[in-house]
């Protein structure tokens, strides 16, 4: 592959990309580890971007209903409860679409609009 880039151009890119903006995710902590992997040795430090994580988001709305319950924290589950449409494959682009769209109703709409 001639027109492969290399890692290191990747990570510059993505950190360009991101920016000092939160990184928002499901389990997103395994993700950053893993760009930390390449970041750490190349600048020294780990990726400083605050983490939003999504199933926390969704963990605290429902714990609140239900303090002494059994919180599911299934992607599936999670986006069934918030009215998300299933994207079917789960790829890097549907998956960040799905989150995305979980971010937003947990944050733009309060806990009535999710579903018991």
Not at 28 to 34: G, I, N, T, Y
Not at 66 to 78: A, E, H, V
């Amino acid at each position: 592959m001639l027109d492969a880039k290399t890692t290191d151009m990747t990570i510059v890119e993505f950190l360009n990309f991101v920016g000092s903006r939160p990184l928002i995710g499901y389990y997103l902590e395994f993700d950053v580890s893993m760009i930390n992997k390449y970041i750490k040795p190349m600048l020294g430090i780990t990726l400083p971007n605050k983490m939003i994580e999504v199933s926390e988001l969704y963990f605290d709305e429902k714990i609140a209903l239900n303090p002494q319950g059994n919180i599911d924290l299934q992607f599936d589950t999670i986006l069934k409860n918030c009215d998300i449409p299933d994207m079917g494959v789960h790829n890097a682009v549907n998956d960040a679409i799905m989150t995305a769209m979980i971010y937003l109703k947990l944050t733009k709409h309060k806990i009535n609009k999710i579903k018991e």
